[in-house]
């Protein structure tokens, strides 16, 4: 859970905010022009001339104070984290560094870092090029329409890596108890290059709960219109928003597009996200902290008995069917029912370690309960180059000591017997 | 009495909103004629960019003259490969352009509809620098924007240059924009300027959001209504 000040220090990528948690416009000095004006939240986001690498983010309206209390914790909220969740959060979103308020203690903006130049490329329209951020917006196209446009095509590899990078930062605020609810095309960028992510907008989450904001191709048909987004609103969102970015579809056939689809080396990914997008009941659905171990490769342990599914718009049911006997093998018994060559979907058993024919002796981890802390291994003492040839020069020499032992016991027996010969 | 149970039901449906670009290309604008192709350059390079744009709206550029050409069809930015120039002539007809209006919107709607998108009520973005040298053009408009009509537009109206500001009062539903005549050209690219806002907001907002400049960026949500 969330908890903590704000104070300075804070650090974004690799420059530190060196100011404190709270300051007002005149502690931060001179805006240049704003990069973008009217969206969102708010009214303009402006650098800052003397801070390369922040911004500031203007609200349309100034907020009471409450909402800098929430603000703070936010910005603190890191400090909390372990180093590794630290370390995704700085360099994968905009996380605000700063409250900037006014007279009364109102909240009209915050400080957040800018996005890293590696989140622009130049992207070529009608033979005009101009750099600009690749939102994962164009993650939903073919890659062949990015290529048209001279960004990178990422690939089945990359999609998946950018996706998982999502899932990472995801995690980290669903570990915080932080909902997010715009999960969208528009509020992350992703780097075509190194396929890493930055999310903006990190300064609107809440803790546990927050309003719901209606969008047609983002709702949730388990979390009402006007009532709150909650960290399972998040989980349905993340997994459309990773499912359209693996299947480079917009519509609902993203999820026959998981249903069908194959990803070698995240056999649990498709079983992950369909019961995310599809679990009947909301409380059901996997974590986003799954999702990313799914993408990662990693196993899936669904709960007993399996989730109820809601029906899918665009999906067949057969292909659902066997979606549910099949998971992430059902491209082939799709193709077969079809082709109608295909009598029934055919079991086979999650692995979720090990190959396809050797079964694994690791134990089964229950993902719903904290790991526990790994105590290093004390290392076992390693053979020393001298040790070693010691060990070789005593062998050595005792051979040499046996065999001539033998050649003089040889010899005196032939003589012996030679002199008693003779006599 | 029979209670009616709602399932919860997935509805991932794309929305979006066909975008009428219409532009007075008469003889009055070939003064402006390069500032006006430079600024559709801008709003198609814009929308181009961003896929969840192109694709909410769609677009349609109606130039007009003596006669309406229909210069593109409407279409998915992301379809159109070039935004073609403009070369200004003619009178300004205002009626035969409102006729066509109605008639693509009324193709369009039932062509987006059979796509499988949710088609919001259209918004036609009208600008004009001078009055209509037709005189029957008002029972036209009429028709474009009768009530009666399930799928009629919202009508966004921009005059710059001689634009007459009665006439200009008769040409819209929700909006309207009168440049002051000093500066023409800046009047031109701001207008434009403006639509973008709009269509940029919608898309965010997955409804038609007018950007009213005027009043200092204020926006103003409308109601979002679905088309049969």
Known sequence: MMSGTASGGRMSGNAAWPLPGVVTLADIGALGPAISENTGQSIAIQPLSGRPGFLAKIYRQPRPAQDGDRLDALIAAPETLSAADRAIVRAASSWPVARITRAGNAVVGCVIPAAPERFKTEVTVGGVSAAQHVEVDWLAKPDEDLRQVGIAAPGPAGRVAVCRNLAELAEVLEKLGLVYSDWSYSNAFWSPVDHSVFVIDIDGCQLGKMPNVHQPSWADPLTPAGGDADRYTDRFRVALLVSRCLTAKRRADAIGGIATGTWPEQPAAPDVLLDMLLAADRERRPSIGQLRLALAGGPYFRPAPRTPWLPAPGVSDAVLRAARGEGPAVAETAGALASGTASAPRKVPLKPFGTANQPSRKSVVDLSKPLPTLEPVAPAPAATPTRGARSRLRSLALSVFVTVLTIVAVTLAVSLFNALFER | ?228
């Open chain 2, 1 to 228: 009495m029979m209670s009616v149970s709602t399932e919860p039901a997935l509805d991932l449906g794309l929305t979006c909103l066909p975008t009428y670009l219409v532009i007075d290309a008469s003889s009055s604008m070939g003064p402006h004629q390069g500032v006006l192709n430079a600024t559709l350059e801008r709003v198609y390079q814009t929308l181009r960019r961003s896929p969840r744009v192109s694709e909410f709206a769609h677009i349609c550029l109606i130039a007009f003259s003596t006669d309406p050409h229909l210069v593109i069809p409407m279409s998915e930015v992301s379809q159109v490969p070039v935004m073609p120039e403009i070369v200004c002539a003619g009178a300004t007809e205002y009626g035969k352009v409102f006729e066509l209006l109605r008639q693509c919107i009324e193709n369009d709607v039932t062509t987006l509809r059979a796509g499988g998108w949710d088609v919001l009520r259209p918004a036609v973005f009208f600008l004009t620098d001078g009055a209509p040298t037709d005189r029957n053009w008002k029972a036209r408009f009429d028709a474009l924007v009768d009530p009666r009509w399930p799928r009629r537009p919202h009508v966004i109206s921009y005059g710059f240059g001689g634009a007459d500001p009665a006439v200009l009062k008769q040409v819209y539903t929700k909006l309207a924009f009168l440049a002051d005549g000093s500066d023409s050209e800046a009047a031109l690219s701001e207008a434009l300027s403006s639509m973008l806002n709009t269509l940029i907001n919608s898309a965010e907002n997955n409804q038609l959001t007018l950007v009213a400049q005027t009043t200092g960026f204020q926006t103003i949500a409308l109601d979002r209504e679905y088309m049969d």
